[in-house]
């Protein structure tokens, strides 16, 4: 089982990133998937969810109405659209698969195993 994540970098407040997931190793297709984020010093926090068709998705409250997640189950990817970016989304980010049921009940970070090796973001000016 492999995540690769890829996108991140430094941009300032107001800006845009996109970050991507590459899976390999297991049926994506089946899969539901989740983006984490740690910034130092915090514990992690579970930022968004997409049901294995990619039709329902969850947000936390910090981010919706700025990011955009999706998946392409064709090329076993998995997309993070951040959009009007703030210093306080400065974070690694991490892809993982939702290993439970797809609840609302069951949005939060899964046990680290189920992640990538994460991407940094830095919003700054």
């Known amino acids: 089982v492999q995540l690769v994540e890829s996108g991140g970098g430094m941009v300032q407040p107001g800006g845009s990133l996109r970050l991507s997931c590459a899976a390999s190793?297991?049926?994506?297709?089946?899969?539901?998937m989740t983006w984490v984020r740690q910034a130092p010093g915090k514990e992690p926090e579970w930022v968004s969810s997409v049901n294995s068709g990619g039709g329902t998705t969850y947000y936390t409250d910090s981010v919706k109405g700025r990011f955009t997640i999706s998946r392409d189950n064709a090329k076993s990817m998995l997309y993070l659209q951040m959009n009007s970016l703030k210093p306080e989304d400065t974070a690694l980010y991490y892809c993982a698969r939702h290993i439970w049921p797809f609840l609302t009940t069951t949005m939060r970070p899964p046990p680290r195993d189920y992640w990538g090796q994460g991407t940094q973001v830095t919003v700054s000016s």
């Open positions: 190793g297991f049926t994506f297709s089946m899969t539901h």
